[in-house]
């Protein structure tokens, strides 16, 4: 495996503004000189001494790179890795050396939407967003043959997996579910990522679902079930709290010795107060308006 090394350069200012310019005049001057003498020696040579500068001038311009912020530039000579450049400047290397240009800046990865099977076997529509930069330049370029795609189809690799291993709704409490658990969901999502990307010099700074849904061909039946499910959960803390207001009925008028009842007008008493708590309507009472008996 081969590792980012920072690599040092020579500042490409110096070459630019004295180098070039010291060599062009140079030539300059040479042929002048040539012209202004008798010499044939100096005739020959000046041309040829032209030629010569310029085909320097040419290597050091190649030589010359730029390196902007949150760029690096992997330089390799003759297919060996020299080292990489992260400093902001105009720099010089050697002429034959291929520079290449990686990003480190952030950025992000919105996957497709993917139908797959949660753990419970429903079709589900999952898409994620991945945050990730390039952290190790040497590791990006030469281990795998290329990082983006390879963050896309590993990021949907890894999403795809995860989705597998959970339920989309916990039917136990406790359990972990993609609808519910977002934050364990996604530090989750983002290890598995991590764990696939790390082989390409990638780190991944957050990934998170960005839509979850059932599929279209079960979507009907699963709303159905969540309603009733709802109901359910609702009618039960209805009922729970109408008996608890009926034993503190039961309590009050004993403690307080304001009536006597025996079972049959308790279990009367029980019942109209449940249907009165309980009902979805209004219930409509009848007074009584003589003996209790």
Not at 105 to 115: C, Q, T
Not at 208 to 234: C, K, V
Not at 248 to 276: C, F, H, P, T, Y
């Amino acid at each position: 495996m081969i590792n980012e090394t920072n690599l040092r350069v020579k500042s490409g200012l110096i070459v630019l503004l004295l180098g070039i310019p010291g060599l062009i005049a140079l030539a300059i001057g040479v042929n002048v000189a040539a012209a202004n003498t008798n010499s044939d020696a100096l005739h020959v040579f000046g041309p040829i001494f032209g030629l010569i500068s310029a085909i320097c001038v040419i290597l050091l311009l190649s030589g010359l790179f730029a390196v902007s912020p949150n760029q690096a530039r992997v330089l390799t000579l003759f297919g060996r890795y020299q080292g990489t450049v992260r400093e902001p400047g105009l720099w010089f290397t050697n002429p034959f050396t291929q520079k290449q240009r990686i990003s480190v800046k952030v950025r992000n990865f919105d996957s497709d939407k993917l139908k797959v099977n949660d753990l419970d076997g429903n079709p589900i529509v999952i898409g994620a967003v991945v945050v990730w930069r390039v952290i190790d330049t040497a590791e990006a370029v030469f281990e795998v043959d290329d990082y983006e795609d390879f963050v896309k189809v590993q990021s949907e690799a890894a999403l795809r997996n995860m989705a597998t291993q959970y339920p989309y709704d916990a039917h136990e409490e406790g359990n972990i579910a993609l609808r519910s658990h977002t934050a364990e969901i996604a530090e989750q999502l983002k290890v598995e990522v991590q764990e696939r990307l790390q082989k390409a010099g990638v780190e991944v700074l957050e990934a998170r679902i960005s839509h979850l849904a059932y599929a279209q061909e079960i979507a009907s039946a699963m709303l159905q079930r969540q309603q009733a499910s709802a109901i359910i959960a609702a009618r039960t803390r209805i009922v729970d709290g109408a008996v608890g207001m009926v034993e503190m009925a039961l309590e009050g008028l004993s403690e307080r010795g304001i009536v006597e009842l025996d079972d049959e007008r308790k279990a009367q008493m029980v019942s109209n107060l449940l249907v009165v708590l309980c009902s979805d309507k209004a219930t409509q009472p009848i007074v009584n308006a003589g003996s209790m008996y």
